[in-house]
Protein backbone atom coordinates (compact mmCIF):
# COMPACT_ATOMS: atom_id res chain seq x y z
CA UNK A 1 0.00 0.00 0.00
CA UNK A 2 1.39 3.32 -1.02
CA UNK A 3 0.76 5.76 1.60
CA UNK A 4 0.53 9.94 0.40
CA UNK A 5 0.75 12.61 3.05
CA UNK A 6 0.77 16.47 1.29
CA UNK A 7 2.38 19.69 3.24
CA UNK A 8 3.29 23.26 1.82
CA UNK A 9 -0.53 24.71 1.90
CA UNK A 10 -0.87 27.50 4.04
CA UNK A 11 -2.68 31.35 3.93
CA UNK A 12 -1.03 33.43 0.69
CA UNK A 13 -2.40 36.55 -0.68
CA UNK A 14 -3.71 37.17 -4.16
CA UNK A 15 -0.60 37.07 -6.62
CA UNK A 16 1.26 34.80 -4.17
CA UNK A 17 2.88 31.72 -4.56
CA UNK A 18 3.18 28.21 -2.79
CA UNK A 19 4.55 24.54 -3.44
CA UNK A 20 3.24 21.81 -2.22
CA UNK A 21 5.05 18.31 -1.65
CA UNK A 22 3.31 14.86 -1.58
CA UNK A 23 5.41 12.44 -0.08
CA UNK A 24 4.91 8.86 -0.68
CA UNK A 25 5.75 6.47 2.49
CA UNK A 26 5.34 2.47 2.65
CA UNK A 27 5.60 1.16 -0.77
CA UNK A 28 6.97 3.48 -2.99
CA UNK A 29 5.03 5.16 -5.71
CA UNK A 30 7.03 3.26 -8.31
CA UNK A 31 5.60 3.01 -11.25
CA UNK A 32 2.91 5.27 -10.66
CA UNK A 33 1.69 8.44 -12.21
CA UNK A 34 0.56 10.96 -9.68
CA UNK A 35 -2.31 13.58 -9.43
CA UNK A 36 -3.42 16.55 -7.90
CA UNK A 37 -6.93 17.42 -6.98
CA UNK A 38 -8.55 20.33 -5.23
CA UNK A 39 -11.94 20.07 -3.35
CA UNK A 40 -13.52 23.41 -2.25
CA UNK A 41 -16.57 23.25 0.72
CA UNK A 42 -19.74 21.68 -1.21
CA UNK A 43 -18.05 21.08 -4.24
CA UNK A 44 -16.72 17.93 -6.26
CA UNK A 45 -13.50 17.05 -6.26
CA UNK A 46 -11.48 18.65 -9.03
CA UNK A 47 -8.57 17.75 -11.35
CA UNK A 48 -5.45 20.54 -10.90
CA UNK A 49 -2.23 18.42 -12.46
CA UNK A 50 -1.20 14.70 -12.99
CA UNK A 51 2.48 13.17 -14.22
CA UNK A 52 3.62 10.02 -14.85
CA UNK A 53 6.05 8.41 -13.09
CA UNK A 54 8.76 9.21 -15.27
CA UNK A 55 8.14 12.71 -15.10
CA UNK A 56 8.25 13.13 -18.93
CA UNK A 57 4.81 13.81 -19.42
CA UNK A 58 2.14 15.87 -17.97
CA UNK A 59 -1.45 16.81 -17.84
CA UNK A 60 -2.85 20.30 -16.47
CA UNK A 61 -6.51 21.57 -15.86
CA UNK A 62 -6.73 24.32 -18.11
CA UNK A 63 -7.43 27.04 -15.03
CA UNK A 64 -4.12 25.97 -13.89
CA UNK A 65 -2.02 25.84 -17.24
CA UNK A 66 0.49 28.34 -17.31
CA UNK A 67 0.20 29.42 -13.46
CA UNK A 68 1.11 26.08 -11.74
CA UNK A 69 3.82 23.00 -12.28
CA UNK A 70 4.11 19.48 -11.59
CA UNK A 71 7.00 18.07 -11.17
CA UNK A 72 8.81 14.47 -9.28
CA UNK A 73 11.88 13.47 -7.56
CA UNK A 74 11.72 9.61 -7.40
CA UNK A 75 14.79 9.69 -5.25
CA UNK A 76 12.24 11.63 -2.54
CA UNK A 77 9.42 9.49 -3.41
CA UNK A 78 8.09 13.32 -3.47
CA UNK A 79 5.97 14.95 -6.07
CA UNK A 80 5.52 18.97 -5.75
CA UNK A 81 3.52 21.36 -7.48
CA UNK A 82 4.40 24.94 -7.36
CA UNK A 83 1.64 27.45 -7.65
CA UNK A 84 1.94 30.81 -8.93
CA UNK A 85 0.07 33.84 -9.61
CA UNK A 86 -2.63 32.27 -7.08
CA UNK A 87 -6.37 33.66 -7.21
CA UNK A 88 -8.73 33.31 -4.34
CA UNK A 89 -11.02 30.89 -6.50
CA UNK A 90 -7.67 28.43 -6.30
CA UNK A 91 -8.60 28.40 -2.49
CA UNK A 92 -9.56 24.80 -1.40
CA UNK A 93 -8.07 21.58 -0.07
CA UNK A 94 -5.63 19.91 -2.14
CA UNK A 95 -4.86 16.20 -2.13
CA UNK A 96 -2.49 14.08 -4.19
CA UNK A 97 -3.24 10.51 -5.60
CA UNK A 98 -1.58 8.14 -7.16
CA UNK A 99 -2.66 6.08 -10.45
CA UNK A 100 -1.98 3.40 -12.91
CA UNK A 101 -1.71 6.15 -15.87
CA UNK A 102 -2.83 9.88 -16.41
CA UNK A 103 -6.11 10.29 -15.13
CA UNK A 104 -7.98 13.18 -14.88
CA UNK A 105 -10.91 11.93 -12.96
CA UNK A 106 -10.75 10.63 -9.03
CA UNK A 107 -11.95 7.38 -9.74
CA UNK A 108 -8.98 6.19 -11.07
CA UNK A 109 -6.77 7.15 -8.29
CA UNK A 110 -6.44 4.25 -5.73
CA UNK A 111 -4.56 6.14 -2.66
CA UNK A 112 -5.40 9.71 -1.21
CA UNK A 113 -3.31 11.36 0.83
CA UNK A 114 -5.69 13.19 3.95
CA UNK A 115 -5.10 16.62 2.10
CA UNK A 116 -3.43 20.46 2.49
CA UNK A 117 -5.64 23.53 2.77
CA UNK A 118 -4.72 26.37 0.47
CA UNK A 119 -6.61 29.70 1.08
CA UNK A 120 -5.91 32.69 -1.42
CA UNK A 121 -7.03 36.66 0.01
CA UNK A 122 -8.01 38.80 -2.13
Known amino acids: QVRLAESGGGLVQAGGSLRLSCAAS????????IGWFRQAPGKEREFVAT????????VYADSVKGRFTISRDNAKNTVYLQMNSLKPEDTAGYYC???????????????WGQGTQVTVSS
Open 51 to 58: ISWTGGST
Open 26 to 33: GRTFSGYA
Open 97 to 111: GSSVSLHVTPTLYNY
